[in-house]
């Protein structure tokens, strides 16, 4: 296994997939606040934090192999069947790897993602984002993406110490796993037709001021899944596992079967 996980605490087990372009600590408060009662896996994606960009055994490609890359972490872990709580691209996997592999997943929780496939201008602003990476580096990332990421409360009250530590994620990407984790973005089929087949409880949570995967779209989202919830967090935007951590945290654990 050359993914860099985290594996702590005992019980029923929650894997957390984490959002683009950042990494497993993004989950440092959630897994450290459910780790007391619950077994709590985090992990980066090839080429986040600190799995090398060649961290997939898988020959797939895109998405598949982000769900291949997940289930070859469970079956090392001996995981059978786990709460999966995706953020934004972690989401798009959750909900990929649902499709696949139903019996792994006893809950879901979708937060600030979206079931529907990037419209073209949407993939070509990730073909030139690829390309101004592959030229740059990641660090170009950190302006472009911040003042999206955050909601217009936490830009308001910035704290240095949540935006040099979003702006570390970025900066410790490696370019090849930003390029892969784009492709796999801009190619991603939709799930939209998935929704109405899940079977497992399922928790969406998304930040009211976020403008990446609106409220809205996850109200829809919400709508078409039989047993789902929609809880909104107040003055956050893409992150609110980040900028309102205790509100995250409540929505999370009573959502969790
Ligand atoms: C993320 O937070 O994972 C990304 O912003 C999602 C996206 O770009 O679609």
Known sequence: MRL????????????FLHAFPLDQTMWDEAAAALSRDRRVVTFDWPGFGQSPSTASDSAATGLDRMVADAIQLLD???LNQVDLCGLSMGGYVALALYRSF??????????????TADPPATRE???EMAELVEREGTATLIPLMLPRLLGAST???PEASLTDRIAGMIQRSDPEGVTHALDAMATRTATTDLLGSIQVPTLLIVGEEDIISTPEEMK???????HARLQVIDQSGHLPNLEQPTLFLEALRSGLP
């Open 102 to 115: 139903p019996e792994r997943v006893r809950s879901l929780v979708l937060c600030d993602t979206k079931a």
């Open 125 to 127: 602003a990730r073909r």
């Open 4 to 15: 860099s996980y985290r594996d702590q605490g005992q019980g029923q087990a929650i894997v």
């Open 220 to 226: 829809e989202m919400a709508e078409a899944i039989p």
């Open 76 to 78: 090392h872990l001996g």
């Open 155 to 157: 830009r308001r009250r």
